[in-house]
Every structure is written in C-alpha cells, then in structure tokens.
C-alpha cells in the first residue's frame, strides 16, 4: 500500500507554529507491520540518518547511506492529518537524532493522533509519544569495519534505554531474532533494566524478505512460548515485500 491518500480530518492542523525542519527519507501511509499495533492504518515518517550501523538493517537508506530532504514540522503534520489515519509512527534512521523531534511529536499529538516513535533507545532527548517503541541491538546486529566498535559501545550503554522506559510506561521492547543463541543476551538485558512485563516484550524473526522470516519464524515462536513474551509478525513483508513505502 503505498502513499495512498483519503480525505483530510476533520482536525485543525496547525500550520506555520512550527517553523523548523526535519530530516526526512519518506512519508507514506501503511499498515502498522510490527509490535503491539499490528495492522493498524498509519502515517508513517522516515527519519533519516542514524547513529548505529546493523549488519542487517533494512533501511539503509537512513543508515549506512542516509538520503532525504529537510522537511517543515508544519508540513508533515498537515501531510499526516490529510492521511486519514489516527495513527502517525515516527520511525528512522534513528528519530531520536533529529534536533527537532521534540516540537515534531508534540506538533503531532496536537493535532489529536496517536504518535509511536520507534527508536533503537540510545538516545534519550525530550519528546512526546502516545507508545514509544524501542527495538534495543544485541549482537546480532554487529557490524564488521570501521563502525563495529561505536555500535558496540552504543548499543551496550543502558543509561539512555533505562531513562526513555521510565519517561514512557506506554512502551513495547521489540528484538530481532536470529535464534534461541541470541536469548541469554536479551535475558542479561531484561534483568538487567529491571523490566518484567513480559506482555510488553516482543521477538521478531530477523530478516529482510518474507521467506527469510519464515525461515526463523517457528524458532522464534518457540522462544516465545518458551519466555513468555509475545511474538511479532513483519506484516508489510508478507502484504507488500518490504521496500520503500511500506
Ligand atoms: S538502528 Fe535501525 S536504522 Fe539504524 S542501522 Fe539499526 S536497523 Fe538500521
């Protein structure tokens, strides 16, 4: 489903109160694919750039290659609520980079929608959200070169993850999964933030296709059967293949 519009809300968007940009790789709307809100109509903005590297990333256009344009936080809250959606995920790249993503969320929730941003938690500035959804790195997603030993350092500091699940008690914890090798990590890390609601903690199978998902799908569920936490489809792999716009 890409960039389909519907009529506007019926919302008094405010325009020209935020007269600041964001670096932006793409808006559409979409199905919400991962995580608690699975399915769910959304507008979705593509933060680009991002201070991680993942192996596996599957938006390397706001990582490795970040690419976008600067973009009024006015003219993506109008784009929004001319989306017809009540649902605005605010993904990357890593949002949380953005100078701006404080009067971006708030400039959102004003206008009245349920605002998710996604983040890999290791950031901590000051924002607004409706459900913060942190998908934190294990090993897994290592890189080799030149960036392995940021990324580490990075994705191992659990200052700025601790800090974002106590500002938002409406969070979901998502991880990618390769197989029952990454669980002791994800255990050590659980225990280690304090956090036991495993209701709120989600696996993914890792992969970039759908069939490379199915691929690790029964292992994954088994691991949730195992620990009790709820497993997460990738819907716009399987509906639409993954790629831009979805
Ligand atoms: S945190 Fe997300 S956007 Fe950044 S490199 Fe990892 S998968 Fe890609």
Not at 43 to 60: A, E, K, V
Not at 165 to 186: C, S, T, W
Request: net charge positive.
């Amino acid at each position: 489903m890409r960039a389909r519009t519907q009529g506007a809300r019926a919302i008094d968007c405010p325009r020209s109160r935020y007269p600041v940009r964001v670096y932006v790789a793409e808006t559409f709307l979409s199905l919400q694919g991962e995580g608690l809100l699975v399915g769910l109509p959304s507008f979705f903005i593509r933060t680009s750039g991002c201070n991680l590297r993942c192996t596996w990333c599957d938006t390397p256009y706001t990582s490795w290659a970040p690419e976008g344009e600067r973009r009024g936080v006015d003219e993506m809250v109008a784009a929004a609520c001319s989306s017809g959606a009540d649902h605005v995920v605010v993904t990357g790249g890593e949002p949380l980079l953005q100078r701006e993503i404080g009067s971006l969320t708030r400039a959102l929730r004003a206008a009245g929608l349920h605002v998710t941003v996604e983040t890999a938690g290791t950031l901590a500035p000051d924002f607004v959200c409706s459900l913060l959804s942190v998908s934190p790195k294990t090993a897994n997603s290592d890189p080799g070169g030149r960036f392995r030993s940021r990324h580490r350092r990075l994705r191992t500091d659990l200052v700025p993850l601790a800090t974002l699940l106590d500002r938002h008690p409406e969070h979901q914890i998502k991880f990618v999964v390769r197989g029952a090798d990454d669980m002791p990590e994800i255990l050590t890390l659980l225990n280690e933030l304090g956090h036991r609601r495993c209701d709120r903690v989600l696996l993914m199978a890792e992969g970039r296709t759908a069939s490379e998902v199915d691929a690790r799908s029964g292992e994954v569920a088994a691991l949730c059967l195992a620990h009790g936490f709820r497993y997460t489809p990738r819907l716009h792999l399987d509906l639409f293949g993954g790629g831009r716009g979805v």
